[in-house]
């Protein structure tokens, strides 16, 4: 087994498994939901909070953070761990996902990406080893490599050049990361889309490399979910059982219990903390629009099975009062709950699969999933 990553337990009706992943700020149970800081916070709670819900790792994302405060600012003031005072492991993504979403602002070549800010046009080139840099720098427990893949449908010509640089990058990634003695961790990225082929030969680029780490990248962005299950179920066979595996940007949870039947082990999404604040709230009997007028009177938790603060405390009615009035205490309590659902979630996967009842909850929560509307 990998020295920081260690299995515990097995699935037996499935890949889903459970580990440890030691890091130099802490050990993370998985499979394990990081909820997202881009910005060196998750939004609408503090830190304390996030804690308090059960979180033990958070993903930051390096190009923000480069772009402000600045890299400079956050190695003068401390590292990023000093500098937002969160003291669990991190993991920052790399920009790969920015090259994609700003698409109009950028320029990819072998050499690396150039790009404007989207902040204020200022011209930027980065090299994946000025990642590699910029992560080592901010002092990350889990730094990720710059990656490249195209927009959904994309053709095979666009494919294959996006292997080839993510490749390519891997590469120039792990020998810059091996010039440093560290601690931390770096984790390649694969591509391929869901073309078979083309998956399987980025994952064998990345196995010679020998990464701490594999993710799953350029996925979920319309595929077919057959595909999407199948090219999980070949990445399942072909990376290897101890090292940790990483579905990137995806949260709607039939997707994470399907993720982690095929053995994958981490997962981020802004889902919970975005529609938290847009007032989608997630139940123990599907989602629930707490604008709706039928709540105007509800003096219901929004949640009678779940245990947080907000379900503890407040009434749908009171919601619905706080998010029509567009108060701040709206989002703090909506992200609240939303981000204590998922963790208590992830909880009962990891003590499902422990017990071999891993089946039956997998098949309640797509059941769960599917009720787009809490019934009346």
Known sequence: MSA????????????ARTGLLETPHGTVETPAFMPVGSQGTV????????ESLGAEIML???YHMALRPGVETVEALGGLHKFISWPRPILTDSGGFQIYSLSSLVHVSDEGVRFASHLDGTKIFLRPEDVVDLQLRLGTDILMCLDNFPPYPYSDEALRESVRLTGLWA????TRFAEHDTQQQLWGICQGGVHADLRTRSIEDLLELDFSGYAYGGLGLGEPKTRLFETLELGQRLLPADRPRYLMGMGYMEDVVEAVARGVDFFDCVLPTRNARNGTLFTSTGRLAIKNVKYARDERPLDKACGCYTCRNFSRAYLRHLFERNEITSAVLNTLHNLYFYLDIFRKIRHSIQSDSFDSLKKSLITNASQKEEPT
């Open 4 to 15: 920081a990553f260690r299995l515990t337990a097995q699935d037996a009706g499935s890949a």
């Open 43 to 50: 939004k609408g709670l503090t830190h304390a909070q996030v």
């Open 60 to 62: 930051v994302n390096s």
């Open 171 to 174: 590469g120039r990634s792990k």
